[in-house]
């Protein structure tokens, strides 16, 4: 087991959680896309009242159906390749949450990640653009997974971003992370978001703090630093 893979498996070891097999993940993934496709329906839909009253009445009914069995966390985290977290509902990545884009992230030549995901009007914030706070959240996920994939995972300490022009919904977009420098427990790692002109829309700097434990500093299996989980 690599050093990488250790400390994940320690973080996650704080939670019990029941493994799903693939046959259940995948009409899950199938049922979240679905829901997509019903979250964008109504962002944009144009029936009139009764038909939207209607049709909210049987989303409850169906909402009521699925709640019949209902886990009392999240599906289960698990690690993939070069120590990345596969978190099924993700808000970013996660085939299982409706919420994600998802966004797909993949390893580079140069030891960075990159992905290419188009957003819809889902996730709008001024008209025609992506909303900010949803630039920041798929540069915090691609920022830790190119600190994940350096070999030093760890938790978000610091995100600063720098909002160079508008982020266009609806177009293919493309992001690139990679680590700067670590130092100890620490990681640092920059981050772009481009449109399909080429064209910077966001930039970001991160910083990462390994969980305590992983260097043999005393702390215990499950501590862990401030911030959020580790990205993957």
């Known amino acids: 087991m690599s050093g990488t893979d250790a400390v994940m498996r320690r973080v996650f070891a704080v939670r019990e959680r029941e493994a799903m097999d693939a046959a259940t993940e995948a009409a899950l993934a199938g049922l979240a896309a679905r829901v997509r ?19 909210a009445a049987e989303v409850a009914a169906l909402a009521a159906r699925l709640n019949a069995a209902r886990r009392a966390e999240p599906p289960i985290a698990r690690i993939g390749g070069n120590g990345l977290v596969r978190q099924l509902a993700n808000p970013v990545s996660g085939a299982l949450n409706p919420v994600a884009p998802p ?17 819809n009007g889902v996730y709008e914030g001024p008209p025609s653009f992506v909303h900010g706070g949803v630039s920041a959240m798929v540069l915090d996920q691609l920022l830790g997974a190119a600190a994940a994939a350096n070999g030093t995972p760890g938790m978000t300490a610091t995100l600063e971003l720098r909002y160079r022009r508008p982020t266009p919904w609806g177009v293919p977009l493309t992001a690139t992370a990679k680590v700067s420098r ?7 790692a920059d981050a772009v978001i481009a449109g399909p002109d080429g064209r910077t829309t966001v930039e970001a700097t991160a910083m990462f703090i390994m969980p305590v434990g992983a260097h043999g500093d005393g702390g215990s299996s499950g501590d862990v630093a401030d911030g959020d989980a580790p990205r993957g």
């Open 103 to 119: 966004v797909e992230i993949e390893f580079t030549p140069d030891g960075g990640v990159r992905t290419a995901f188009t957003l």
């Open 182 to 188: 670590a130092e100890g427990r620490k990681t640092w």
């Open 37 to 55: 496709e019903l979250t964008e329906a109504v962002v944009h839909t144009a029936v009139d009242p009764a038909e939207a009253a209607a049709v």
